[in-house]
């Protein structure tokens, strides 16, 4: 048995079901911070310039190397071939793509390097080029850190109470309503997100990304807001001096279709790293830090474990430490795992079965009716009287 419980071989497809069902722990841990943190060695808390910008340089090569092969050779193509060449160049390029994306995400935590202006220049530089507003998010996702599986403070798929839910709810608990609420997620949940707060913390008036005045920020942000705002406004022009010189469908081709796929696997991981049957959300009576950032769960994208650079397979290890940088946090998994024991969450299903099993079974949260000490802890449920 591997630590959290979950089977470290693959079992017999029934003890998959209920083992993955089993509900995490949402008692106090028995160990603190502290303890986690002695179990892990201390160079992976070592951040390396020289390493971290090796990665990035990888990325950028293939990303080269796609660019050139498409815009070199696909015009070459009989014509029937393009319809293929270019659907496979944009999941490909898309993968590679969410690679950058995460260690723009690393910068926001100052996981880069030791320097904050270059974790800041990097990251804004490679976030601004996938239209990410860096500073913009870098503030919003430490808040996320700061209080997740709150269900009063978390930044991000905050998930509704069953009286909250809207009424039409329970007519897209279908195969075909499935399919339509994942579809829209995963093509549009991230533009909306960043533009209306759409699955974001509720705020008392409107809020944006884009605006440095709005509910998310405090006032010493502001000005990073407007440098977001900037960054994202100089790629957009520059979008359209391509289009100009090269036409718009060059440009949806070559960078649009990529970053659709960038924006659905963004939103599709943390999706999966936050809801699952097995995780607890708390409110204000119940939640704490440890407990909030132990509510997450590690998954499994085969190949593309390696291509997203971690992110998806060591994200516990990352809502414990996450100044600490990517190529450590494999290392760091396997160290805490004996000490977190049933409080690691593991979850092997593939990543497709597990966001349409999850858009299935993970519907509202609620507390268990019949025990009133844990009244302030919050599961999913499916069902509608």
């Not at 599986?149 to 798929?157: G, H, I, K, N």
């Not at 909306?192 to 809020?207: E, H, I, K, Q």
């Not at 950032?293 to 085969?302: E, I, K, N, Q």
Request: charged letters at 15%; one cysteine or more.
């Amino acid at each position: 048995m591997g630590a959290g419980g979950r089977m470290s071989v693959p079992p017999s497809p029934g003890k998959v079901e209920s083992d993955v069902f089993k509900r995490a722990p949402d008692s106090k841990p028995p160990f603190t911070l502290g303890q986690i943190k002695k179990a892990i060695p201390p160079h992976c808390f070592k951040r390396s310039v020289l390493q971290s910008f090796s990665y990035v340089v990888y990325d950028l090569i293939i990303a080269s190397l796609l660019y050139y092969v498409a815009t070199s050779y696909f015009h070459l193509l009989p014509h029937p071939l393009s319809y293929v060449a270019w659907p496979i160049y944009w999941a490909v390029q898309g993968c590679v793509l969410t690679g950058v994306w995460v260690i723009a995400h690393e910068c926001g935590h100052h996981a880069f390097s030791d320097y904050q202006l270059l974790d800041d220049i990097v990251g804004l530089t490679l976030h601004s080029c996938l239209l990410v507003p860096y500073f913009s998010w870098k503030h919003s996702h430490r808040r996320h850190h700061s209080n997740t599986a709150s269900l009063d403070r978390d930044e991000v798929f905050v998930p509704k109470q069953k009286s909250a839910i809207s009424w039409y709810s329970k007519y897209l608990n279908n195969p075909p309503g499935r399919f339509l609420t994942l579809t829209v997620t995963l093509t549009l949940g991230w533009p909306l997100y960043l533009a209306f707060n759409v699955s974001g913390r509720p705020y008392d008036r409107f809020a944006c990304h884009y605006d440095p005045y709005g509910p998310i920020y405090n006032d010493r942000e502001r000005v990073e807001i407007f440098i977001s705002d900037a960054g994202i406004l100089a790629v957009t022009y520059g979008l359209y001096r391509l289009a100009v010189a090269k036409g718009l469908a060059w440009v949806l081709c070559v960078y649009g279709g990529p970053l659709l796929v960038v924006n659905a696997f963004l939103v599709l991981i943390t999706y999966l790293q936050h809801t699952h049957p097995a995780l607890p959300h708390y409110d204000s009576s119940e939640w704490d830090w440890l407990r909030g950032a132990l509510a997450t769960v590690d998954r499994d994208y085969g190949i593309l474990n390696k291509v997203f650079h971690n992110i998806t397979d060591t994200h516990v290890a990352h809502h414990l430490f996450s100044t600490m940088p990517h190529y450590h946090a494999m290392e760091a998994t396997k160290a805490i795992k004996p000490v977190l024991g049933e409080y690691y969450q593991f979850d092997g299903t593939s990543f497709y079965k597990a966001m349409w099993r999850e858009a299935k079974e993970c519907i509202y949260v609620h507390p268990d009716e019949d025990n009133q000490k844990t009244k302030g802890v919050f599961w999913y449920s499916n069902k509608f009287d």
